[in-house]
């Protein structure tokens, strides 16, 4: 699904989650996104307000999407992977290890999160 095509019906969804103001706008779009998307698609663009959450500040919203989501197509843990990085790459120790407490510890992103946690402990 190419999210940035405009004869995509997703993409104006996509669009709204770049540009979001505030939490509650997000929740209005992830609500949007429940009710035209199918379920691969809807998790998808719930990946991508997660991201944007986390980018955006909306630390606590995003760790509650991502405990109270069950991920079917989209892989929960690359989610996180991505979210990690963006507190590790600020030193913020302490929310990277909040978004890492929710993996799936069977995951190969939960190694990799893990060596990377490790790493910025040890400096």
Do not use: W
């Not at 990946?47 to 405990?67: D, H, N, P």
């Not at 929310?95 to 995951?107: E, G, I, N, T």
């Not at 990799?112 to 400096?123: P, V």
């Amino acid at each position: 699904m190419d999210l940035n095509n405009s004869n995509n019906p997703f993409s104006e969804i996509y669009k709204r989650i770049q540009v979001v103001v505030d939490e509650e706008e997000l929740d209005e779009i992830v609500m949007d996104a429940y009710r035209i998307c199918d379920p691969q698609d809807y998790e998808k663009l719930l990946g991508q307000c997660v991201v944007t959450m986390v980018k955006k500040g909306y630390f606590q919203k995003a760790l509650s999407y991502l405990e109270l989501r069950h991920f079917n197509y989209y892989d929960k843990n690359m989610i996180l992977m991505i979210i990690i990085e963006h507190p590790l790459r600020a030193n913020r120790l302490g929310l990277a290890k909040r978004f890492f407490s929710v993996m799936d510890y069977d995951s190969v992103y939960c190694d990799s999160a893990r060596e990377q946690l490790r790493s910025l402990q040890s400096t």
